[in-house]
């Protein structure tokens, strides 16, 4: 058996355990991930966030290729064990962890670069948690049909790609947001062959405010079921609206999830169009656990 010393922490609801294995020595199986995510027989969350050198693993030598200061890599597994890309909570959580165990230094304003299997992310400190970069983003134009349990007519998705697979549904009203059970994975025609996170919203009243755009959001996310939050969610749920709404639509939102309040901006950079991801990320418990 081996001893981890772990982290309890969440982003919106959003809750990882978070455990330092700087040179890899530790890679757990999907059956541990699964029992230790487990919330009546583990510590409980909606995934694990391994901290290792980025030249410690295979998939961290794409991240030091791409930004030599990389030199930590978020190896993201969700709750049933499987592999993700990415996690926008994930990464701020993930930058918490590291700044609070003393492995960097990330004053106010400077930038820590994170390597994922989407690529290398930027993350800075905020004045209310933490914000990241999380890159370009595409619309697939796979824009499945989306069957969910009580609602009551299948509706068209919209897939977006913000370096993992999102499938965004917009619905009437908060009613029918309210009364999807998503207990049951949502049914996309066609299927997707790695399947996709699903999110359902509707807009705000009145939908900008301020030069702000407002949305409520839920999701269901691939490998967890639904959760309080997904930050990588939120995004593809604002970029959808966004694309929706047309010429005039607000580049900056607010999006209400069942865990809290995130922040969404589009922005251009050099290679194209990015958006970013900025909320809370908080630390609850550190604990022992055997695997």
């Not at 790609?161 to 009203?173: I, K, S, W």
Request: charge should be negative; hydrophobic fraction near 45%; include cysteine.
């Amino acid at each position: 058996m081996t001893t981890i010393q772990f982290t309890k922490g969440h982003g919106t609801g959003n809750d990882f355990v978070v455990f330092a294995d700087p040179e890899g020595e530790l890679d757990l199986t999907a059956a541990q991930v699964a029992s230790i995510c487990d919330r009546r027989f583990g510590v409980g969350a909606y995934g694990i966030l391994r901290a290792v050198r980025s030249r410690a693993l295979p998939a961290g030598a794409a991240a030091l290729a791409e930004d030599p200061d990389a030199e930590w890599f978020m190896d993201y597994r969700n709750a049933d064990g499987s592999i993700a890309e990415m996690c926008g909570n994930g990464i701020r959580v993930f930058a918490r962890f590291l700044t609070e165990a003393g492995l960097v230094d990330l004053p106010q304003g400077e930038t820590l670069a994170v390597g994922t299997r989407s690529g290398v992310r930027d993350v800075q400190r905020s004045a209310g948690g933490f914000r990241a970069d999380l890159g370009r983003w595409r619309l697939t134009g796979v824009d499945p049909v989306v069957r969910a349990r009580d609602l009551e007519v299948a509706r068209p998705g919209l897939g977006i790609d913000v370096g993992n697979p999102h499938v965004v549904v917009a619905l009437a009203d908060d009613a029918e947001l309210d009364g999807i059970d998503l207990n049951y994975v949502p049914i996309l025609e066609p299927a997707l062959p790695d399947g996709a996170n699903v999110e359902f919203v509707v807009v705000g009243d009145p939908i900008v405010d301020d030069g702000v755009g407002g949305i409520r959001m839920r999701v269901h996310e691939r490998g967890s079921g639904e959760t309080l939050s997904c930050g990588t969610g939120a995004v593809a749920a604002a970029l959808a609206v966004r694309h929706y709404a047309g010429a005039g639509a607000p580049d900056q939102w607010r999006v209400r999830v069942p865990g809290g309040t995130v922040g969404v901006r589009m922005f251009a950079a050099e290679d194209g169009e990015h958006v970013s991801l900025s909320g809370p990320a908080e630390l609850v418990f550190s604990g022992a656990l055997e695997v």
